[in-house]
């Protein structure tokens, strides 16, 4: 288990910071902005939550807010995995892919592109499926750039794609449609 007793470390000040080898990177590194937009992505859920407290949504949203400190820890670890160390799993990418798929059967088929917005609850998890789909496009760059884990970008392409179904879920099929051309004259 993690350990926080000092907070404030002066470890940061130069600019650089401390990966889970111990090995140090400059805080502008792709590796250290891409840990960085899945904690924000966790944030966004954290706002969501509060939209979504006592339903059944709640449960889901906070195993994946779990999943996403296992992303950032597996993320601050370079390489791609096998080293014994916390890693994203099949497992984690099974569960949201169970979950879209149980959501998806009571919603009505679409027709068109979804605005974001609706409930206030649905607009919180379009900004969240942003930033996760923002939190991919990083990770997949990182990727491009040295070793990652490939469930890590999976479980974030699986991610942005539940949080859509639960966008709708949340609007109760009331979808907030785009209607192409509607406002150009």
């Known amino acids: 288990m993690v350990r926080l007793d000092i907070i404030t470390t002066r470890g940061g000040d130069a600019g650089q910071t401390s990966l889970g080898d111990g090995s140090r990177v400059g805080k502008e590194s792709l590796r250290i902005e891409a840990i960085g937009v899945v904690d924000e992505a966790n944030a966004t859920l954290g706002l969501l939550r509060l939209h979504t407290l006592g339903q059944p949504e709640d449960a889901m949203l906070a195993r994946?807010?779990?999943?996403?400190?296992?992303?950032?820890?597996?993320?601050?670890?370079?390489?791609?995995?096998?080293?014994?160390r916390l890693r994203m799993t099949d497992h984690q990418c099974a569960r949201l892919e169970a979950e879209v798929a149980e959501m998806n059967a009571s919603l009505p088929p679409l027709h068109s592109f979804v605005l974001p917005g609706g409930t206030p609850a649905a607009a919180f998890a379009h900004l969240a499926r942003t930033t996760a789909r923002r939190a991919e496009r990083v990770v997949v760059a990182l990727g491009a750039a040295e070793p990652v884990n490939p469930v890590a970008i999976r479980y974030l392409n699986r991610l942005s794609d539940h949080l859509f179904v639960l966008c709708r879920r949340l609007n109760a099929g009331a979808d907030v449609l785009w209607v192409p051309g509607q406002t150009s004259g």
């Open 64 to 84: 994946i807010q779990n999943d996403l400190f296992d992303l950032g820890a597996d993320l601050c670890m370079p390489g791609e995995g096998g080293d014994g």
